[in-house]
């Protein structure tokens, strides 16, 4: 086994290029996941171990920036159980579980990642050959993001708008091949590559993937909700939703995953405040360790709390899934909307709080935690994007919100699920019984709290109609500015208002009201006040905020600049929006520094002997 930062000739991950960095992921990765293996082999595994040393693996020190395996056992063989049927998953499960096929799970496009409704990638059923026909009409359709597709996977699920008999039935899973198994080649009507440098995870060789009628069999469909029968018939699932189910459990294995970073993080913030020494409580006396400020307590404590809060979290919402899916397989969905809800909820929630967090350990550190040695840097960089991939934290959050709201407005008609019982005493008892300040106290007090936020919610959306026009005159939309400004504040530290000034409740609902009719008013103008910091796209230097908005176009540019997609030479359109696609891939591919290889030897040297159960 790989010591813990032994890496790539012995230099440290910081100092690795781009390339390198994949290599040295590959090679850490076949080692650390051979032993995944062999506890699989010897009958060691349970999906619950297997979630603890897969999760343990990839928040570990050896594969400390992710890994381009991570996709396969997180998302690849999960949607193959979740979605395929029995016949399905005796094909595919085994080659997937001894690591044969090499998976990952494309769903995002470069266009759309929240609105999956939304998606543009197509399967076309073909019941003359009782095939799909996939196919990326649109740049702005590449799958864009899938984990360990730019240079590794060989198989991945991928999520499109199904049509048959000329009608669309929306999205559902498909699983399909994308390289050769031998030369690891991308197969013909495959465009594929890496999408490049990262803020974080810059060992999971995220990819893109682009489809020009590109066949596969009826039966790569994964038919355990919905199915297409050989004439084309479309038989639909006993619930819409249930092709949602992959990523309903990665964010539940999420919040497990948020325990882990958020204990290593305030583990070495805590350690070094009790090592560091700076300052004298007393003049004279010698210099006390950091951790006897209050300040620094109370910049840690809340975390190691949080870390413990989030494991218990974690358990509960594990159980629950299980008992969920059990009744799925009985037919008896009652409780899905509560899971939904829970999972988009503790993922949010648990996420954001796990990010501030360890950044609030960064920042404890002085001047070291700044230090990429310090390993608080990468943290950061780990748990940022989970506020983002497997659902958008506002998004996620928004669904709980409507899950609530339903509930509410079903408060007398409805039996309450088991996490939601307690709105029917905040909604019996008086609200104000009163507060005490003891641990029971607070937690009805934020029931309480969530009530009336749901009935204000509810309020909003029944009755609210405002109807709002924005005068063009500079100075109407400055006042505005100061107005946000202004309301943003007062309710960002509406605690303190609350103790120090006679604000009353009616007032803060007023302020409220006013805060989103000041974003509402600000709308039309936003993109024209930032336009007028005149910043250069020189200066500005990022392909999402140049001034002509052509954001995909840039980005899909910039990814052919990685050095990994010289090889192979990728024969794709990919958007030719000036037509120069060929000409141009051939320049980059001339300016790169690696040879073109047709696949990096990483694959021959460590992939192919580690599929083929070698190594
Ligand atoms: C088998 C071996 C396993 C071994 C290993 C196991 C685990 C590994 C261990 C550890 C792993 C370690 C670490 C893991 C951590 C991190 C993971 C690492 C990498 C992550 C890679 C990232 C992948 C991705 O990002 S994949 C792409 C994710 N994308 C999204 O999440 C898209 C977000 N958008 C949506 O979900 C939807 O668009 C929406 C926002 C929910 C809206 O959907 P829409 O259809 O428009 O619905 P609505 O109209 O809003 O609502 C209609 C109706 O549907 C209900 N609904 C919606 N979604 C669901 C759902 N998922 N389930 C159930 N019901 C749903 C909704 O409530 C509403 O119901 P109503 O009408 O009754 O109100
Ligand atoms: C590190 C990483 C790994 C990933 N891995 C994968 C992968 O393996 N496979 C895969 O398929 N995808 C993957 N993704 C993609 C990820 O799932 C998407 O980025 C995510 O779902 C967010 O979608 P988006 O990027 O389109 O953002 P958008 O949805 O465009 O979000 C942009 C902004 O719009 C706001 N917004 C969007 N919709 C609404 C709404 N209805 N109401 C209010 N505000 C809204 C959001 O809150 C956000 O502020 C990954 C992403 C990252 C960062």
């Known amino acids: 086994m790989l010591s813990k930062r032994e890496v790539f000739d012995g230099v440290p991950e910081e100092y690795l290029s781009h390339k390198e960095r994949y290599e040295n992921a590959i090679r850490n990765s076949v080692v650390a996941f051979s032993l995944v293996r062999k506890m699989q082999e010897e009958g060691k595994t349970s999906i619950n171990n297997y979630r603890d040393v897969v999760g343990g693996l990839l928040g570990s020190s050896v594969l400390r920036d992710g890994s381009p395996l991570g996709l396969h056992y997180i998302m690849f063989m999960p949607?193959?159980?979740?979605?395929?049927?029995?016949?399905?998953?005796?094909?595919?499960?085994?080659?997937?579980?001894?690591?044969?096929?090499?998976?990952?799970y494309a769903q995002t496009e470069l266009g759309h990642g929240t609105f999956i409704r939304g998606l543009e990638t197509t399967a076309t059923y073909d019941a003359a050959t009782k095939q799909f026909v996939l196919h990326s009409p649109t740049l702005t359709a590449y799958k864009w993001w899938p984990g360990g597709l730019g240079q590794t996977a060989n198989y991945c699920i991928v999520v499109a708008q199904l049509y048959t008999k000329g009608q669309c039935h929306g999205i559902h899973s498909f699983i399909i091949q994308v390289r050769d198994e031998e030369t690891h080649m991308p197969l013909p009507g495959i465009k594929i590559g890496e999408i490049g440098a990262k803020l974080g995870l810059n060992a999971v060789n995220n990819g893109f993937l682009g489809f020009d009628n590109y066949r596969i069999p009826r039966t790569n469909m994964l038919m355990k909700h919905a199915q297409v029968l050989e004439d084309g018939t479309y038989v639909k699932s006993r619930h819409s939703k249930l092709n949602y189910g992959a990523m309903v459990f990665v964010r539940v294995v999420i919040v497990f995953d948020m325990v882990n970073y958020l204990s290593k993080a305030v583990t070495i913030a805590t350690r070094f405040s009790a090592v560091r020494r700076q300052c004298q409580l007393k003049a004279g006396e010698t210099e006390c360790q950091i951790l006897d400020y209050v300040t620094q307590q109370h910049k840690l404590f809340v975390s190691i709390a949080a870390a413990h809060a989030f494991r218990i979290t974690a358990n509960k919402l594990w159980l629950t899934f299980n008992e969920v899916n059990e009744q799925l397989v009985e037919g008896n969905l009652q409780r899905l909307p509560e899971l939904h809800a829970l999972a988009c909820c503790l993922k949010a929630v648990t996420t954001a709080d796990t990010a501030a967090c360890v950044e609030r350990c960064r920042l404890a550190c002085g001047g070291h935690g700044y230090m990429m040695s310090s390993s608080?840097?990468?943290?950061?960089?780990?748990v940022t994007a989970a506020c983002t991939y497997e659902g958008e934290n506002t998004v996620l959050l928004l669904q709980t919100a409507r899950f609530l709201v339903k509930t509410y407005q079903q408060l007398d008609s409805k039996a309450l699920t088991p996490t939601v019982a307690y709105l029917k005493t905040a909604a019996a008892e008086r609200f104000c019984v009163g507060w005490s300040n003891t641990t029971e106290g607070i937690i009805r007090g934020f029931q309480v709290?969530?009530?009336?936020?749901?009935i204000m919610s509810t309020f909003n959306e029944e009755v609210q109609e405002m109807s709002r026009t924005v005068s063009p005159q500079l100075k109407e939309v400055l006042h505005q500015l100061v107005d946000l400004y202004c309301t943003y504040w007062a309710l960002e530290k509406l605690s303190d208002l609350l103790l120090?000034?006679?604000?009353?409740?009616?007032?803060?609902?007023s302020l409220r009201l006013r805060y989103e009719e000041?974003?509402?008013?600000?709308?039309?103008?936003?993109?024209?006040?930032v336009?007028?910091?005149?910043?250069?796209?020189?200066?500005?230097q990022s392909t999402l905020g140049s001034y002509d908005g052509r954001v995909y176009e840039r980005l899909m540019e910039e990814a052919m600049k990685s050095p990994l997609n010289a090889e192979p030479m990728l024969q794709s359109t990919l958007g030719s929006y000036d037509g120069r696609v060929y000409e141009r891939l051939m320049e980059e591919a001339m300016k790169s520094?690696?040879?073109?290889?047709?696949v990096n030897y990483t694959f021959h040297k460590y992939l192919k002997p580690f599929m083929q159960g070698k190594l």
Not at 79 to 99: F, S, T
Not at 449 to 454: E, L, P, Y
Not at 593 to 598: D, F, I, Q, R, T
């Open 79 to 104: 949607a193959i159980l979740n979605q395929a049927n029995e016949e399905q998953q005796e094909k595919w499960l085994p080659r997937a579980w001894n690591c044969s096929i090499i998976g990952s």
């Open 376 to 382: 608080l840097p990468l943290t950061y960089g780990l």
């Open 449 to 454: 709290v969530a009530m009336r936020v749901i």
């Open 500 to 509: 120090y000034t006679p604000i009353s409740q009616k007032e803060v609902e």
């Open 518 to 529: 000041t974003l509402t008013n600000l709308r039309p103008n936003a993109v024209g006040l």
């Open 531 to 540: 336009d007028a910091f005149d910043l250069r796209d020189e200066m500005l």
């Open 593 to 598: 520094p690696l040879n073109a290889e047709p």
